[in-house]
């Protein structure tokens, strides 16, 4: 299994940047995916996670009205539009996948927002 992120970037405040995560050797439209970050000097969090049991979307306050996460099955891709950044959404982004008690990570890309 492979997760290839990408899409990262320099972002200005207020712009947008769109993440996009590629999938191998699963399909995603069966696994429980989602969007996880980690900034300098703190724990990696949940941003936003996409239920394979019923579609449901879960979105972190911290980004909730402000990103969109979405699924391309024919692609096999996770997507990430992330909108009026800001500073505090500066991080590396990792791809992740679940099935079972089986986690996969993506090798992470950086996204930094600054003027």
């Known amino acids: 299994v492979q997760l290839q992120a990408s899409g990262g970037g320099l972002g200005q405040p207020g712009g947008s940047l769109r993440l996009s995560c590629a999938a191998s050797g699963l399909s995603l439209k069966t696994t429980n995916i989602g969007w996880f970050r980690q900034a300098p000097g703190k724990e990696r969090e949940r941003v936003s996670c996409f239920s394979s049991d019923d579609g449901s979307k879960y979105y972190s306050d911290s980004v909730k009205g402000r990103f969109t996460i979405s699924r391309d099955d024919a692609k096999n891709t996770l997507e990430l539009q992330m909108s009026s950044l800001t500073p505090e959404d500066t991080a590396i982004y990792y791809c992740n ?10 090798q992470g890309t950086q996204v930094t927002v600054s003027s």
């Open 97 to 106: 996948a679940q099935r079972g008690i089986l986690q996969y990570w993506g």
